[in-house]
């Protein structure tokens, strides 16, 4: 899940407003730093404990939430307005969501504790997790009974079908790569040759990659291993769409859904009302609950309005919450402080990584000296600062987050969590070493208040230590699109990433393996390493999640530490708050946020 | 009347349709792909062209305007996104929605604003004006001068922020500014706009002040008023008879005009205040490279302009029967 | 298309042709023998609000000149980031933890929530640079109002037409909404793929944006005056003598604009001065690290402002208005210094 793309403002913005959180002048500094453990307890609890569910595992109804009640409408406020509602155009987490509640697919995350901390991969309209029999080779899905899109029509293993075949249309271009990927067993964007115009012009994918031979079977046939798949097939971009209902571009203004709420009106950035999905049957469906009678969303709710807004918990907003907006910066102190108002909130850690990259494809950055020099002389205090302090981002050690398994917590090789500052000394020693000193380093940086903020604080922390810095400005709309060019001219840049699921295969294998090196691909270090690829290829091939977790670490720190190809900065962090009537309110790990699934009105 | 109406639209068309060049050519100018925007992560050069020939920005600059006029003046059924009919801006790039149903979603947000602002600093304006006209060299002329020459000399991007950090972040006195359909809710409509409102016309009405009290002074010097005080009428009735309504002309103009700008958009102040009004459209429309979007702003900003100074200069001959209309 | 206003904005011309303006001004009797000039220049010393504004805007340009000056003797400069060079001032978030923004005995001004700049150091910077920009857009827009609006004032015919035209368009033009599209696309002519963007070329963009929307009104006043001079006597008798149409412009007819030139010049470098500002604060002019006023205000607009550090946005809020004042208040002295008869 790549901060990225046209969604890159929306998602930098949001962080923008973290650059507000203010730790009070008068009040000197910040004093929740216990706090911090707990995010980190929260997060840690994490993914080694995720299995695949089996078939009574995947039977609903779900397990009731502890003191729900049903009925009452519930205010959501959001910032922005939905841009994409085609399961096949979400990616971005405000869509994933809103996903959980309108959007099935084959699998999901059911959660297992009442804290948002335990889950389980289970079959969503499929009986099971799914089952295969080779290694994760050929996977093999089966439909449930009885269930049924909103309009009333029974979902079958065609709808599935063309679901998969329309993720290869032109027009489906935000959405997650992972599975048209692996059936056409293509690294980037590559996979669309293999069906051009999608399912619309009569062609289909063939027997041997994808498999529909009854309405109730589905198997996917890949041509290498990817016991990856549950988790892949839980995200809202692989939900399923209704090949009758598809009506290509329009169908993201108004799909066919398969959740628990149905869209009753949409008013693109004012209004959304979700009421309940009569087609949806509690009893195919292990995730989700239907408690709340009607969300009633609002758009255009900056972080302040929102927060002031649950704050003063009055009327109908009594019974408010947003999905995504965080406590913003200027009530963050105050919130925290204040038990009461603690209560009404949750935090926890975004799957968001930050990290500088150092351009490999530059003849200059080849010498490692130089890039150490990077590595030691690079200040995160300002990338903190920015987005608001550490109640908002944590200085990072490695490229794994604390919410993805096999994150060490001790690694730390440049010393950046004692001497967040940077370290000019050591990084002058180095350059005079490798006697570039006074060389010039091209900076790209994202053109939001933030990043100007901190690219000019970063600019003279490196200058101290011997780098004629050039910031150069990159809009932020098109501001992953730049960077992820092979010949841009930017020796450094700052890029964010979070895992798609728990696990660090979506972080190493994407941004490292140097085989993935393509204009547009997301290995924007553009780092080639032969040790790297080779354990990428032996770490995929591992089944069990705990010991793969800790090889992948072991790669990070490589990375980290003797490839030098990015410096981590940052771990992103959020905290959220409702009003006193909601009920049911967790922070789940897995979304990111609050999960609306178990909302109930008190 | 008419013929003066009639040559005026003429004019104005042709202004507006200069314009739509310039902004057509601005835009082709911009540092940016909006294709690219649109063709999301996993872009290939197909997709893109794809995208760009979707957009009809693989044609060259003189047939893409060809198709915006055509558009404009006689509709469009050929977007994916549906019938557009006239005046088609088209729909947005970012947004997908019809350029036409923004701007006019986005306006009431702008005409609230403006109408509630102008209101205000009119008559609060005329009104401190002509007092201190009245009582000229008094103690009041001279407090009144002195604080509206400072008040002019604001910026909004000095009061708005001080004001919000005043009123509502420190105080908690008044709601964040926000827009409310008034229809729906009235009092929160105006709770909202408040401030943005006080702010806007503290400004405006510093310089309505200093212009209605020199007009006037201006107008009492005036030999029929002078003619009228000799022959034993009442200051008084003088004042509010004669100097009133000449002194009106100045003001007329600079509120047409003020209306006509504040239309199309007040720009700093809705960003200040984060209304969702036309002038943040606008910005929005330029950050994201948004060319129907963009273009559509700029024209109905353009047309509020010169639409309010038609309406100005036939005011004139409503207050002034001297000022033919030729 | 002009409007009927227009002769309102044409301001009657001062004569200045020798004994001629004694005509016209009354109060000159006395002094004959001396130059328009010198009577102005008179009659504004009398002026006590005048000459103050003069002194105070006298001193803003006096600060802007000596920024580098000044900030040598102090000993900082508004880059150094002393978030990073001193983080015992700040909490992690940027925000001074001392009171009113950290004003100290060693930061006059206190710091900057952020990046912590020196707030004294980066005004009088910010001041330099806001001047800068709007001197120069004041003396193209001077110049080309005078080629323009006198050109089409005196030479009249086609000229005219064409000139009027164009100046009722730009005139038309929503100049706010202008400024902010046009930006990126000036910047953009002028960027280099590897170095970092010069802040000339950002100052060059603002000076030339502004310069295109900025010369009409002026280049009005200059055509309405020349217009009425055109009629005048004395021209009509250089004219029958024999003079050439240049000899006639620069002798007769420039002296003569001379007085509204300078009255809305006036007006004009306190209204750019405010553009500039308002250009930076939607973030489309100069932006960080270089200061510049309006740039300051965009960071006091911030929440992290807003709701730690209020103390921080009158410095730039509270230098801008006392600028804006004194220069309106000597626009107004220098009008009424030429023309007496204003009321005031």
Not at chain 3, 49 to 74: M, Q, R
């Amino acid at each position: 899940m790549s901060r990225g793309g046209r969604h890159a403002y929306a998602a930098i913005s949001v962080l923008a407003a973290g650059a507000l959180v203010l730790t009070g002048c008068s009040k000197g500094g910040s004093d929740k730093g216990n706090d911090n453990k707990k995010d980190k307890e929260n997060a840690q609890r994490q993914q080694q404990s995720i299995k695949f569910g089996d078939a009574a595992a995947s039977t609903g109804p779900a397990a009731e939430v502890p003191g729900a009640k049903s009925g009452g409408t519930m205010e959501v406020l959001q910032r922005d307005s939905y841009a994409h509602l085609d399961p096949g155009q979400i990616y971005v987490s405000d869509e994933g969501s809103l996903a959980t509640l309108i959007h099935r697919g084959l699998t999901g995350y059911k959660a297992t504790s009442d804290d948002g901390s335990k889950h389980e991969v289970v079959g969503d309209l499929a009986t099971d997790s799914g089952t295969t029999t080779d290694g994760g080779k050929t996977w093999k899905y089966t439909l449930k009974d009885g269930i049924k899109f909103a309009d009333g029509s029974p979902i079958t293993s065609k709808d599935v079908r063309h679901t998969f075949e329309r993720m290869f249309a032109p027009f489906i271009n935000q959405g997650p790569p992972y599975i048209q990927q692996w059936l056409a067993d293509t690294p980037g964007a590559d996979y669309r040759k293999l069906l051009k115009d999608g399912p619309y012009k009569g062609k289909h994918l063939s027997d041997d990659i994808l498999q529909t031979p009854d309405d109730k079977t589905i198997v996917f046939k890949f041509k290498s291993s990817h016991p990856d798949l549950p988790y892949a097939l839980a995200m809202a971009g692989y939900a399923v769409v209704s090949a009758k209902g598809d009506t290509k571009t329009k169908y993201d203004r108004a799909p066919v859904t398969t959740g628990p709420y149905k869209i009753e009106s949409f008013k693109s950035g004012k209004s959304m009302v979700l009421v309940k999905n009569t087609n949806w049957d509690p009893k195919t469906d292990p995730i989700r609950h239907q408690y709340v009678d009607k969300f009633n969303i609002t758009f255009n709710q900056q972080y302040e309005a929102s927060t002031k807004t649950l704050l003063a918990d009055t009327g109908a907003d009594q019974a408010g919450i947003s999905f995504n907006n965080q406590v913003d910066a200027g009530n963050l102190s105050k919130v925290l402080a204040d038990p009461k108002l603690k209560s009404r909130t949750v935090s926890g850690f975004q799957p968001y990584v930050g990290q500088m990259n150092i351009n490999m494809s530059h003849p200059a950055l080849k010498d490692k000296k130089i890039r150490q020099a990077i590595a030691y002389a690079l200040p995160i205090t300002p990338f903190v600062r920015a987005y608001g302090g550490t109640d908002a981002m944590e200085v990072a050690g490695g490229l794994i987050s604390p919410t993805v398994s096999g994150y060490d917590a001790s690694f730390d090789p440049f010393g950046k969590k004692k001497k967040p500052a940077g370290d000019p000394e050591k990084a002058k020693a180095l350059l005079k070493e490798a006697g570039k000193v006074g060389m010039k380093l091209t900076f790209g940086y994202i053109n939001t208040p933030e990043g100007q903020q901190y690219s000019t604080a970063m600019a003279a922390g490196l200058k101290k230590a011997g780098f004629d810095v050039q910031r150069q400005e990159i809009p932020a709309e098109t501001y992953y699109d730049q960077v992820s060019k092979l010949d841009n001219n930017y020796d450094i840049f700052h890029t964010a990433w979070g895992a798609d699921w728990p696990s660090a295969s979506t972080v190493i294998p994407p941004l490292y393996d140097g085989r993935g090196i393509a204009d547009g691909a997301q290995n924007y270090s553009q780092v080639n390493d032969p040790k790297v690829n080779a354990d990428i290829d032996r770490i995929n091939k591992i089944t069990d999640p705990v010991k793969a977790a800790a090889e992948w670490e072991k790669v990070d720190q490589y990375l980290v530490k003797d490839v030098v190809n990015e410096v981590p900065t940052g771990y992103y962090k959020q905290t959220q708050i409702a009003g006193s009537k909601v009920g049911g309110m967790v922070y789940d790990d897995v979304i990111g946020g609050v999960d609306p699934r178990r909302l109930f009105v008190k | 009347m008419l013929r003066f109406l009639i040559r005026r639209t003429l004019g104005a068309a042709v202004i507006l349709f200069l314009l739509s060049i310039v902004a057509f050519l601005l835009f082709f100018g911009m540092p940016r792909d909006p294709g690219l925007l649109m063709c999301g992560k996993t872009c290939t050069p197909a997709n893109l062209a794809n995208i760009h020939h979707v957009l009809g920005l693989d044609k060259s600059i003189p047939e893409q305007y060809w198709v915006f006029l055509h558009n404009l003046v006689l509709g469009s059924n050929g977007f994916d996104q549906g019938p557009c009919p006239a005046p088609c801006f088209g729909y947005s790039y970012h947004t997908n929605e019809a350029v036409w149903g923004t701007l006019m979603d986005r306006l009431p947000t702008t005409v609230s604003l403006t109408l509630g602002a102008a209101v205000c600093f009119l008559f609060v304006g005329l009104g401190t004006g002509m007092l201190s006209a009245w009582k000229r060299g008094t103690l009041v002329d001279k407090t009144v001068t002195a604080g509206a020459m400072v008040l002019s000399s604001m910026q909004i991007y000095f009061l708005g922020p001080l004001a919000l950090a005043a009123l509502v972040y420190q105080s908690h006195l008044f709601d964040k500014p926000a827009y409310n359909d008034f229809t729906a809710n009235p009092a929160s409509w105006f709770s909202g706009l408040i401030i943005p409102w006080v702010i806007l016309s503290t400004i405006f009405a510093s310089q309505y002040t200093r212009m209605a009290r020199s007009s006037m002074i201006e107008q009492l010097q005036e030999e029929h008023v002078r003619t009228a005080r000799a022959k034993g009428m009442s200051r008084k009735y003088v004042f509010f008879r004669y100097a009133w309504r000449g002194s009106l002309i100045p003001i007329v103009t600079i509120f047409g005009i003020d209306l006509g700008s504040l239309l199309g958009g007040a720009i700093i102040t809705e960003y200040t205040f984060g209304l969702p009004g036309l002038g943040k459209l606008a910005v929005e429309s330029v950050f994201f490279s948004d060319l129907p979007l963009l273009l559509g702003v700029m024209l109905f900003s353009a047309a509020m302009i010169l639409l309010f100074n038609i309406i100005v200069d036939a005011c004139y001959a409503f207050i002034d029967p001297r000022v033919r209309l030729s | 298309m002009t409007s009927p206003i227009e002769t309102e904005d044409g301001a009657e011309p001062v004569v200045a042709h020798g004994g001629r303006a004694a005509a016209t001004k009354p109060e000159g009797e006395q002094l004959v023998g001396r130059s328009p000039g010198q009577l102005m220049w008179a009659r504004f010393k009398r002026d006590r609000s005048g000459v103050v504004s003069a002194y105070v805007v006298g001193f803003y340009f006096l600060i802007g000149l000596a920024a580098p000056l000044i900030s040598k003797l102090y000993g900082k400069n508004p880059y150094t980031v002393y978030a990073d060079e001193r983080p015992e001032l700040f909490d992690s978030a940027g925000v001074p933890l001392q009171p009113n923004g950290g004003i100290s005995g060693e930061f006059w001004f206190g710091l900057e929530p952020g990046n912590g700049y020196d707030v004294f150091t980066k005004l009088i910077y910010g001041i330099r640079t806001s001047l800068m920009i709007s001197v120069a857009v004041t003396v193209t827009v001077v110049l080309t109002g005078i080629l323009l609006g006198v050109t089409a004032g005196y030479v009249g015919r086609r000229a005219d037409f064409v000139i009027s035209r164009v100046i009722d368009f730009l005139l038309a033009f929503p100049s706010q909404l202008f400024f902010i599209a046009s930006m990126p696309v000036v910047v953009s002519l002028f960027v280099s793929p590897r170095d970092e963007t010069p802040t000339y070329v950002r100052v060059v963009a603002l000076i030339v944006v502004q310069w295109f929307l900025g010369w009409m009104s002026l280049a009005r006043i200059l055509r309405g005056t020349s217009l009425s001079l055109r009629e005048r006597e004395f021209i009509e008798a250089a004219k029958v003598s024999g003079a050439s149409p240049w000899r006639i412009i620069r002798k007769e007819v420039l002296p003569n604009v001379v007085t509204p030139l300078l009255v809305q010049t006036t007006y004009l470098l306190p209204n750019f001065v405010t553009i500039e500002a308002g250009l930076s604060f939607l973030g489309v002019g100069i932006v960080e690290p270089t200061p510049d006023w309006g740039q300051m205000f965009s960071k006091a607009s911030t929440e992290l402002v807003l709701q730690n550090d209020i103390t921080y946005m009158f410095f730039p809020g509270v230098s801008m208005i006392i600028f804006v004042v004194a220069f309106n208040l000597l626009g107004d002295s220098v009008r009424d210094a030429f023309d007496p008869k204003t009321a005031r």
